[in-house]
């Protein structure tokens, strides 16, 4: 039986100049995990946002009892752990790709008290995940190849997600969410949340100039429940 589904808002796709505006939007409207894409220039092309960001969030998703999560497309990211922790990340998702001591990282984010997150490529298999899979709490499958928002979803991550339930469903890992980020929308997201996915990540499905944030969120919300 398929699981239910959270929505969180990738603020990558936000009006940057009414920031805490639109994340409060999304708060009111019955978010509980806002997902911030941190970029670096080196793993991705893009350069994006840092810890003060997260830190200037903190108080808006203190208020609604809600978690910040950081999609840390960086290399090296071990050296930002501490930091992204001191502003208020409490899920902290590397990518797969950019760890060589993954196990290392995953006990780091562990250390710090906030949920560790492993993020994959839209090509890197899913047995890469592996040995690492019973020590994590997000699994998040890319459905573009990460550094922008508003690229077209790869369709092949909807049986990604599928195998991924199937894995987890015969380790008694069912704790584990299964993220997906990516052109995630109203398309598509019934089809991702049947075939498992606990966490879609929305940025330009959210954020967009043709409706406003509480109605984009109660689209995708209406869905997602007709398809489970
Ligand atoms: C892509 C980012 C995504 C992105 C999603 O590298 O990781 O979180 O912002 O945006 P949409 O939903 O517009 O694809
Ligand atoms: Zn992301």
Same mark, same amino acid.
């Not at 080196?42 to 003060?52: A, K, S, Y």
């Not at 584990?176 to 980020?181: L, N």
């Given at each position: 039986m398929a699981r239910a589904v959270q929505i969180a808002p990738s603020i990558l796709a936000a009006d940057f100049s009414r920031l805490g505006e639109q994340v409060s939007e999304s708060l009111r409207a019955g978010v509980r995990r806002i997902h911030i894409d941190v970029m670096d220039g080196?793993? !991705?092309?893009?350069?994006?946002?840092?810890?003060?960001v997260v830190e200037a969030l903190r108080p808006i998703a203190r208020n609604f009892g809600a978690v910040m999560e950081v999609h840390l497309m960086i290399e090296e990211p071990d050296r930002y752990l501490g930091d992204f922790s001191r502003a208020g990340a409490a899920a902290m998702t590397v990518h797969l790709e950019a760890c060589p001591h993954l196990h290392r990282t995953v006990h780091n984010i562990r250390a710090l008290n906030a949920q560790p997150g492993v993020a994959l490529n839209p090509a890197t298999p899913l047995l890469m995940l592996d040995d690492i899979l019973a020590e994590i709490d997000v699994a998040l499958l890319m459905s573009v190849d990460p550094g922008f928002g508003g690229q077209k979803f790869i369709a092949s991550t909807i049986d990604k997600v599928a195998r991924l339930n199937k894995i987890l469903v015969e380790r008694g890992l069912e704790r584990?969410?299964?993220? !997906?980020?990516?052109?995630v929308g109203a398309d598509n997201i019934g089809a991702l949340a049947r075939a498992g996915m606990t966490i879609a990540v929305a940025g330009t499905s959210v954020f967009n100039d043709r409706k406003s944030v509480t109605e984009s969120i109660a689209i995708l919300g209406t869905a997602c429940a007709a398809a489970l």
């Open positions: 080196h793993f !991705v092309p893009n350069i994006t946002m840092g810890p003060l584990i969410e299964i993220e !997906v980020d990516g052109g």
